[in-house]
Nanobody
Framework: QVQPVESGGGSVQVGGSLRLSCVVS????????MGWFRQAPGREREFVSA????????YYADSVRGRFTVSRDNAKNTVYLQMNNLKPEDTAVYYC??????????????????????WGQGTQVTVSS
C-alpha cells in the first residue's frame, strides 16, 4: 500500500511561508516519483511541483517557480513543499501524490495528474491579503 498523508497547511498573510509535509506509507515510496498538486474552489486541479524518485530532478509550475521548493527525505518517507512569499492565488487544497509505478521516471509527463495513482487527502492553505 502506498498512502500519502499531507500536513502543514494553515492560514498565513501575504508574503508568509509554510512548509507542507507528505508522509508516505509503503515500502516502495523511495522509488516513486512524487508530485504536488493544488485545487481551488471551482477550479481544476493543477500541477504545482514534482520530484523524481532519485531526488535529482525537480519540476515547478511557472506560477510557483522561485518561491516554492520541493524536496524529499526517503529515510523519513517524507516529501516536502517549502512555500515562500505566498500570494492569495496560492490559496487551495494541496495534494501530494505518488506515481503509478515504482522505479519509473515520469519524464515529460511529470505534470499530468493522470500519471499519479496514489493521492493524499489534501491540506488547506489559505493566504490572506
Amino acid at each position: 500500500q502506498v498512502q500519502p498523508v499531507e500536513s502543514g497547511g494553515g492560514s498565513v498573510q501575504v508574503g508568509g511561508s509554510l512548509r507542507l509535509s507528505c508522509v508516505v506509507s509503503g515500502r516502495t515510496f523511495s522509488r516513486h516519483d512524487m508530485g504536488w498538486f493544488r485545487q481551488a474552489p471551482g477550479r481544476e486541479r493543477e500541477f504545482v511541483s514534482a520530484i523524481s524518485w532519485t531526488g535529482v530532478m525537480t519540476y515547478y509550475a511557472d506560477s510557483v517557480r522561485g518561491r516554492f521548493t520541493v524536496s524529499r527525505d526517503n529515510a523519513k518517507n517524507t516529501v516536502y513543499l517549502q512555500m515562500n512569499n505566498l500570494k492569495p492565488e496560492d490559496t487551495a487544497v494541496y495534494y501530494c501524490a505518488a506515481a503509478r509505478r515504482s522505479e519509473y521516471s515520469l519524464g515529460d509527463y511529470y505534470s499530468q495528474s493522470g500519471e499519479y495513482e496514489y493521492w493524499g487527502q489534501g491540506t488547506q492553505v489559505t493566504v490572506s491579503s
